[in-house]
C-alpha cells in the first residue's frame, strides 16, 4: 500500500511570507500528526488532527496552523515566516498514535 | 519538550560489532518506540515495547525496558553499514489520544 506521502519534498522562502505544506497519510489512518525536526531542538510535536478535528497542539506560536480534510489529508500553514522556522518538516500517520507512526519523507523548508 | 533522552548521542563501531544506545524518560508511560531515520529524510518504525514487558527482539534488534528506573536500550547486534543511521526512542504518555514524545536521538556510525 501506498506510504505517507508529503509535498513539496525542498521549498525554499522568504522572511514574511507564507508557505503551506501537504501530507497524505495512509489509507485507512484517521490521524495525522506534524513534527518539526532541526539540530538543536530535536523533533518537537506541532498537532495532531483526528477525523478533521484538532485533537491534540503542541507549543508553536499561532503563526503554525493546520487542517485536515474529508479524506484524512492533511495541511499546515506557516504564515510571516523566521529564519527560525527552517526546518524539516515531517508528517506521520497513524490509526492511533500510540500504536506508532508512519512517516513520510519531510519538507525541507528553508527561509532565507 | 523532550521527554526522551538517548545517550550515548553519538557513535561509531566496526561493522560485526554490537551497538547499544540508551533512553531515558520522565513520566509513565503506555509504551516505548524506537525508530530509526537516514539522513534527511523520514522516520521509520522499528520496534514496539509495552510498559509491562522487559524485553522484545525483532531480528537483530533486541529492546529492554525498565520502568522502574525509566529507561530503555536497543541493541543492534553484527551491526552492518546499512545501520548508519539516527535512531530516536519516543515514548506514549499513560494518558490516551496524546501524541509520542520523540528524544533528541544517538547518531550511529557504522564503519565498513
Known amino acids: 500500500k501506498a506510504g505517507v506521502t508529503q509535498t513539496p519534498r525542498y521549498l525554499i522562502k522568504t522572511r514574511g511570507q507564507q508557505v503551506t505544506l501537504s501530507c497524505s497519510p495512509i489509507?485507512?489512518?484517521?490521524?495525522v500528526s506534524w513534527y518539526q525536526q532541526t539540530p538543536g531542538q530535536g523533533l518537537q510535536f506541532l498537532f495532531e488532527y483526528f477525523s478533521e478535528t484538532q485533537r491534540n497542539k503542541g507549543n508553536f506560536p499561532g503563526r503554525f496552523s493546520g487542517r485536515q480534510f474529508s479524506n484524512s489529508r492533511s495541511e499546515m500553514n506557516v504564515s510571516t515566516l523566521e529564519l527560525g522556522d527552517s526546518a524539516l518538516y515531517l508528517c506521520a500517520s497513524s490509526f492511533e498514535p500510540q500504536r506508532g507512526y508512519t512517516f513520510g519523507s519531510g519538507t525541507r523548508l528553508t527561509v532565507v | 519538550s523532550q521527554q526522551g533522552e538517548e545517550d550515548p548521542q553519538a557513535l561509531s563501531i566496526q561493522e560485526g560489532e554490537n551497538a547499544t544506545m540508551n533512553c531515558s524518560y520522565k513520566t509513565s508511560i503506555n509504551n516505548l518506540q524506537w525508530y530509526r531515520q537516514n539522513s534527511g529524510r523520514g522516520l521509520v518504525h522499528l520496534i514496539l515495547?509495552?510498559?509491562?514487558?522487559r524485553e522484545k527482539h525483532s531480528g537483530r534488534l533486541r529492546v529492554t525496558l525498565d520502568t522502574s528506573k525509566k529507561s530503555s536500550s536497543l541493541l543492534i547486534t553484527a551491526s552492518r553499514a546499512a545501520d548508519t543511521a539516527s535512531y530516536f526512542c519516543a515514548t506514549a504518555p499513560i494518558s490516551g489520544n496524546t501524541p509520542l514524545v520523540f528524544g533528541k536521538g544517538t547518531r550511529l556510525s557504522v564503519i565498513a
Open positions: 489509507s485507512g489512518h484517521r490521524s
Open positions: 515495547i509495552r510498559s509491562n514487558e
